[in-house]
């Protein structure tokens, strides 16, 4: 665990006096995908993101016929569909970044702590066979962790704000299940009436060593009570010959 402070779809393009880049991300992947498939396992979900990415504003995704709408030109011109994936940073580079404009509007001027929680590789197989509960189980355990810290008098002694995303995959495509959480360091009082922020503020959101063991013991808890209860489906065992 770490944390920081801190049919078809067409999408236009807006003329730029940027020069195109010699190669695009999706250029990478018509060049490299194949390959990288073959040495490497990847899901069903992955492939399908990479070919949404590398077929992007091509003929595999047809055309559609813009045209101008100044009566005086009446000029129209072909262009390719966009793959509408939001993994696709010519679909939606500009609105995630317009979003994320109108999220920082939002904010309120406080610290804000990156917060990340990391299951152990070990426990991939178990996770593997029990998506649905592992992962419950594991946002469970995380936001206890959080909630744990920020009512103790000495840290912060209040209800924070945070909300958590969960990742599966590492930077290289492999099975790395984790959480991001972003932390308010601040918070409400639990009666109410007062509005706390943490006594050491832009240092650090609470101590890590302890955060780390109160998640690990809270989810071991959960996981034991979900085998006690059958919730969980174990791993056949490979037969070695």
Same mark, same amino acid.
């Given at each position: 665990?770490?944390?920081?402070?801190?049919?078809?779809?067409?999408?236009?393009?807006?003329?730029?006096?940027?020069?195109?880049?010699?190669?695009?991300?999706?250029?990478?992947?018509?060049?490299?995908?194949?390959?990288?498939?073959?040495?490497?396992?990847?899901?069903?979900?992955?492939?399908?993101?990479?070919?949404?990415?590398?077929?992007?504003?091509?003929?595999?995704?047809?055309?559609?016929?813009?045209?101008?709408?100044?009566?005086?030109?009446?000029?129209?011109? /072909?262009?390719?569909?966009?793959?509408?994936?939001?993994?696709?940073?010519?679909?939606?580079?500009?609105?995630?970044?317009?979003?994320?404009?109108?999220?920082?509007?939002?904010?309120?001027?406080?610290?804000?702590?990156?917060?990340?929680?990391?299951?152990?590789?070990?426990?991939?197989?178990? *996770?593997?066979?029990?998506?649905?509960?592992?992962?419950?189980?594991?946002?469970?355990?995380?936001?206890?962790?959080?909630?744990?810290?920020?009512?103790?008098?000495?840290?912060?002694?209040?209800?924070?704000?945070?909300?958590? /995303?969960?990742?599966?995959?590492?930077?290289?495509?492999?099975?790395?299940?984790?959480?991001?959480?972003?932390? *308010?360091?601040?918070?409400?009082?639990?009666?109410?009436?007062?509005?706390?922020?943490?006594?050491?503020?832009?240092?650090?959101?609470?101590?890590?060593? *302890?955060?780390?063991?109160?998640?690990?013991?809270?989810?071991?808890?959960?996981?034991?009570?979900?085998?006690?209860?059958?919730?969980?489906?174990? *791993?056949?065992?490979?037969?070695?010959?």
């Amino acid at each position: 665990m770490i944390y920081t402070n801190s049919n078809s779809h067409s999408d236009s393009s807006s003329t730029s006096s940027v020069s195109k880049p010699l190669y695009e991300l999706s250029d990478i992947f018509r060049l490299y995908w194949r390959k990288f498939r073959e040495k490497f396992n990847c899901s069903l979900h992955q492939s399908k993101v990479i070919n949404a990415l590398k077929n992007c504003r091509t003929s595999v995704l047809d055309y559609h016929i813009e045209t101008c709408t100044n009566p005086e030109y009446n000029h129209t011109f /072909i262009a390719f569909n966009s793959c509408r994936n939001s993994h696709c940073p010519k679909c939606m580079g500009s609105k995630r970044l317009k979003w994320v404009y109108n999220r920082l509007k939002d904010l309120i001027q406080v610290p804000y702590y990156h917060v990340v929680f990391t299951m152990p590789h070990i426990l991939n197989n178990l *996770a593997l066979f029990n998506r649905e509960v592992i992962y419950d189980l594991f946002f469970k355990a995380a936001s206890y962790t959080i909630k744990e810290f920020s009512k103790d008098i000495k840290y912060l002694g209040a209800r924070p704000g945070f909300f958590g /995303i969960l990742h599966t995959w590492g930077q290289m495509l492999s099975y790395h299940v984790h959480l991001h959480f972003i932390v *308010a360091g601040c918070g409400l009082s639990y009666d109410g009436s007062k509005f706390k922020r943490l006594p050491y503020q832009n240092k650090f959101l609470f101590p890590l060593r *302890a955060m780390s063991m109160t998640m690990r013991k809270r989810f071991l808890e959960l996981l034991q009570k979900a085998y006690d209860g059958g919730r969980l489906t174990l *791993a056949p065992k490979r037969s070695h010959k």
